[in-house]
């Protein structure tokens, strides 16, 4: 199986699909989505960026299809049941993921299947809370405000038939194991459960075991190493020299780049230094507003911004598949990490590149995360000591128009 024509899909599906271009399986579908679609539970692990979002919003689509079948025929739902229940829940770490989740099921979805809730945090809670009072059939969460609207009865999953747990790792290493915990205990223990992760540490293999039935066990390729299509790519630097370092490689990249930093002040100044510089640039971190981190993201997504700065908030949370060049500014703090974040790039098959700035000091730090992955970063040089004067034409046109770095809605700098 090889295309989603091959798949017993609806024909209104099939035509939603083509529309919105998808054509070929990516090796984690053509894996998952048929069992998911004979209602078994599945648990995969595959590298970031290879299409884990359909392999779940398919078989969701297909079901809530069927269950408007049923109201539009007529059909008497159970005593149990109503046109107007939760039937799937899909959990994930961040908001923008689940943002990201929202866009792709409104794109696949027709006018007579139903809207889906979005329940996130950072924003304002009255629309979701008025979304799902009035008998959403679909919601897509993180789960602390999920939780939350729990405990204060504005949410009802006694009747949730499929549940989706997205990078399942993530969200453990957020803290939020209690809170999920705390769902899946309301959940019906009747249900499908499908559950996605880039890798299946002790603890994600724990609320595997403990939260699913006979699950069709899927892992593809390694989950601790990026996509053959990513060239690794490291520069020792002095210190001093990092940020010219960082312009010289942006200087000589035609594409768009994700560049990480280890904080939110690091962010912050680097995002605005480049600026300065003139660069299109724009920052994600965790103290910027929901409205903030949105429109950096769209007009990073939209080519509007050539550089997007962000910490590893970012790491996880973003999906755009036109990244050309991911640049670790700061050492991550773990392995898994550099593979995240490199994994923004080289996705669906596209060539990326991955460059690792390091100083003398962090020489072992790199060795580590080389070790522990198993992989070799090249080591590389950059002429870090050239002139303002050999920049190019472009960028110095975009210093002499463009000072200062975008504010976005509500946003003040200081």
Known sequence: MTTFTELPLSAALQQKLAAAQFITLTPIQARAIAPALEGKDVVGTAQTGTGKTLAF?????????????KVESKIEPSKNESAKQVRALVLLPTRELAMQVHEQ??????????????????VAEKAQIQSLRSGCEFVIATPGRLQDFINRRFADLRHVKILVLDEADRMLDMGFLPAIRRILQILPQRRQTLCYSATLEQSVAALVNDYTREPVRIALGSVLKPAE???????????SEKVNTLRQLLY?????????????????????????????????????????????????????????VATDIASRGLHCDDVAHVINYDLPKMAEDFIHRVGRTGRAGLQGRASTLFTAAENLALRDIERTLKLRIERKQVDASASSNEQPKRFVQNTLASRTLTALPGEVFV
């Open 105 to 122: 099921y409104e794109q696949l979805r027709d006018k007579n299947m139903p809207k889906a809730a979005l329940v996130i945090g950072g």
């Open 252 to 308: 000589g990249e035609k594409g768009q780049t994700l560049i990480f930093t280890r904080t939110k002040r690091g962010a912050q100044r680097l995002a605005q230094e480049l600026a300065r510089d003139g660069f299109s640039a724009a920052m994600i971190h965790g103290d910027r507003t929901q409205s903030q981190r949105n429109g950096a993201l769209s007009g990073f997504q939209e080519g509007r911004y050539q550089v997007l």
């Open 57 to 69: 919003l398919i078989p969701i689509l297909e079901m809530l299809r069927a269950e408007s079948s």
């Open 229 to 239: 299509s990513v060239q690794l790519e490291a520069y020792e630097v002095r210190p």
